[in-house]
T-cell receptor
Framework: DTEVTQTPKHLVMGMTNKKSLKCEQH?????MYWYKQKAKKPPELMFV???????INESVPSRFSPECPNSSLLNLHLHALQPEDSALYLC??????????????FGSGTRLTVV | RKEVEQDPGPFNVPEGATVAFNCTYS??????FFWYRQDCRKEPKLLMS???SGNEDGRFTAQLNRASQYISLLIRDSKLSDSATYLC????????????FGAGTRLFVKA
């Protein structure tokens, strides 16, 4: 059982659609992350929030827009995506930003297909 | 040179075998080290944190050698259920936030 919950688990969207991915954790973690993972590749960092503030944006295209409404929630808003954006989108959290003995806790991911 | 390098794999082993995975990292200022397991189409799950003193969890033993910048994972008495991709993850270093995932090593355990 994961302690980071992501919804939806699967999403198919057209290139003109607007959709949002949601992530929730109740472990009191203050750092939350969005990763993108393509098949047979390791996860790639997209965004990092620390204490609800965007700390890192890894030069992600503006068609991806993150939002952190509170310390437990993290959203990723999607608009005008391309087929190559199809991937597994993973949310993760850590107690704080920076090296930790605990590693990431990942959600089960949203498998996104852009058609 | 990649910042984190792992054995490319895949490793094909029979049940009961002992298998070892290696991982090297280039940033000597790295601070935290982990092995994650990822099943096909699932999220990565933390298998073990890795410490210089070495740590063991059942059939799994992890070791960190800071001088050689090398991390290892040993799996003894392999089970079919150990089949997965194993990711080496390195956190920390100079220049702010830094977490690097290795490319992963695929393990197939066969009956």
């Amino acid at each position: 059982d994961t302690e980071v919950t992501q919804t939806p688990k699967h999403l198919v969207m057209g290139m003109t659609n607007k959709k949002s991915l949601k992530c929730e954790q109740h472990m009191g973690h203050r750092a939350m992350y969005w990763y993108k993972q393509k098949a047979k590749k390791p996860p790639e960092l997209m965004f990092v929030y620390s204490y609800e503030k965007l700390s890192i944006n890894e030069s992600v295209p503006s068609r991806f827009s993150p939002e952190c409404p509170n310390s437990s929630l993290l959203n990723l808003h999607l608009h005008a995506l391309q087929p190559e954006d199809s991937a597994l989108y993973l949310c993760a959290s850590t107690p704080v930003l920076g090296p930790t003995n605990y590693g990431y806790t990942f959600g089960s991911g949203t498998r996104l297909t852009v058609v | 040179r990649k910042e984190v390098e792992q054995d490319p794999g895949p490793f094909n082993v029979p049940e009961g075998a002992t298998v070892a995975f290696n991982c090297t990292y280039s940033n000597s200022a790295s601070q935290s080290f982990f092995w994650y397991r990822q099943d096909c189409r699932k999220e990565p799950k933390l298998l073990m944190s890795v410490y210089s003193s070495g740590n063991e969890d059942g059939r799994f033993t992890a070791q960190l050698n800071r001088a050689s910048q090398y991390i290892s994972l040993l799996i003894r008495d392999s089970k079919l259920s150990d089949s997965a991709t194993y990711l080496c993850v390195v956190m920390g270093g100079t220049g702010g936030f830094k977490t690097i995932f290795g490319a992963g090593t695929r393990l197939f355990v066969k009956a």
